[in-house]
């Protein structure tokens, strides 16, 4: 019986590099994910390293090759929340049947369900806007949440925007009023930002023409 003709062997590097991404990829969501609940329920400043390390059980020596200071952890992370915050204007721009509607579903599912507003969560969010802040990473991250508004207000077309105003100057005004919301709550012990952040995209839809 022939033997089964050999993986060329461009085919077989491409496999194993394959396996390797994967793992890499996995190793660095388990390392993000026990980081991340460490922060929640201790803070930022008195989770360790060494406590990473054992609750995700890696080696230090192989999470400081990927991630070389908790920073840089702080940093990955604020990444991804980049990425969920993306995800969630995506989604209330599919919900929404009109610009007006998209926007109340958007400023609505921000800390609905007072999920997460602890006041350990409060200092992980200001930390990931501190870590963003004023780095090339963060203007990217920056320009991926505006224009993310931007698409979901263009969806309506201009007659759905207030009178005289662009999508781009429109999307200046919500990305600001989300800032401005969260940035409160990071540094007021007594902000209902649940009810606050509902309450301003109530009154920024309240500027929009209706159907």
Not at 167 to 192: C, K, P
Request: charge should be negative.
């Amino acid at each position: 019986m022939p033997n089964p003709s050999p993986q060329p062997r461009d085919s077989a590097s491409a496999s194993t590099s394959g396996r390797v991404d994967r793992r890499v990829q996995e190793f660095r969501a388990r390392v993000l994910a026990t980081a991340e609940e460490l922060f929640a329920e201790r803070g930022i400043e008195a989770t360790k390293i060494d406590e990473i390390c054992d609750a995700a059980d890696v080696a230090k020596r192989t999470l400081c090759n990927h991630f070389p200071t908790k920073a840089h952890i702080v940093q990955a992370l604020s990444r991804e929340a980049v990425s969920k915050m993306v995800a969630r204007i995506d989604d209330a721009r599919d919900a929404g049947s009109s610009t007006r509607e998209r926007v109340e579903i958007l400023f609505d599912s921000f800390f609905a369900g007072g999920e997460g507003v602890g006041p350990v969560h409060r200092e992980s969010v200001g930390a990931f806007f501190g870590a963003a802040h004023g780095t090339p990473e963060a203007s990217e991250g920056e320009i991926r949440v505006s224009d993310a508004i931007q698409a979901l207000l263009a969806v309506g077309g201009p007659e759905e925007l207030p009178t005289g105003a662009s999508v781009e100057t429109f999307a200046t005004v919500v990305l600001g009023s989300i800032y401005a919301t969260t940035l409160e709550w990071v540094h007021r012990e007594d902000y209902d930002v649940e009810a606050r952040t509902s309450e301003a995209g109530r009154f920024l839809a309240s500027l929009l023409p209706t159907a």
